[in-house]
Every structure is written in C-alpha cells, then in structure tokens.
C-alpha cells in the first residue's frame, strides 16, 4: 500500500515560484509518479509525470515553467513551479501506479487520472494578480 502526502503549497502573487513536495511511504520504486491539479466544477488535469530513470512527460501547462523531479531514496516527489499565473490556481494531488507500473510508452494514457492507483490529499496553491 502506497500513501502520499502533498505540501509546500500557498498563496504567491503572479511571477512567483513554489516547489511542491509529495512524500510517500510505501513502494514506488519503479513506479510512475505524476503531479495533477483541479480547480472546483472542472476534470483534474494533468501536469507531468515521471518514471524511476527521472525521465520527465509534460502537458501543455508545464510549458517549460513546471518541472518534475523525484528522489526515491527519500520516497519524495517534487514539482517546481515558476512564473505562475492566477490560472495556476487550483488544488495540486501527486500520483502514483501501483505494482511499479511504467510510464512514458504511451503518455496519452499516463496524463488520464484513472491511471493512477494512489493519490495524496492535494495542497492547495493560490495565485494572485
């Protein structure tokens, strides 16, 4: 069983940077991890995901101001987050598969939600004008 924790989320105005953290307990080595967020009435979306190799996917809101890392030793996930917009208001969940489940064959499938087993409480992030 996999758990996840989100932090390092806040308020920031536009321009400012956070970097979010995603512990886990549990197996994730060789799992694919993502980082996804959702604003309330809207689907979750995804941001990037990450294989075990540190190998990065990316839709288009990272746009080269997101980036994911990870540190499996420490069983952390991280996104860095620059230049950010009021449109980057939202809740941001980290995500993981289950049973080491790869990711990057087929990046269509890993951004959808359901293809994720295990999912933090998210941590919100707000960004003023």
């Known amino acids: 069983q996999v758990q996840l924790a989100e932090s390092g989320g806040g308020a920031v105005q536009a321009g400012g940077s956070l970097r979010l953290s995603c512990a886990a307990s549990?197996?994730?080595?060789?799992?694919?991890m993502g980082w996804f967020r959702q604003v309330p009435g809207k689907e979750r979306e995804a941001i990037g995901v990450?294989?075990?190799?540190?190998?990065?996917w990316y839709t288009d809101i990272a746009k080269g101001r997101f980036t994911n890392s990870r540190d499996d030793a420490k069983l952390t996930l991280y996104l860095q987050m620059n230049n950010l917009k009021p449109a980057d208001t939202a809740m941001y969940y980290c995500?993981?598969?289950?049973?080491?489940?790869?990711?990057?064959?087929?990046?269509?499938?890993?951004?959808?939600?359901?293809?994720?087993?295990?999912w933090g409480q998210g941590t919100q992030v707000t960004v003023s004008s």
């Open positions: 990450i294989n075990n190799y540190g190998d990065g």
């Open positions: 995500a993981a598969k289950g049973g080491g489940a790869r990711c990057g064959r087929d990046t269509q499938v890993d951004f959808q939600p359901g293809s994720f087993d295990y």
């Open positions: 549990g197996y994730i080595y060789w799992s694919c």
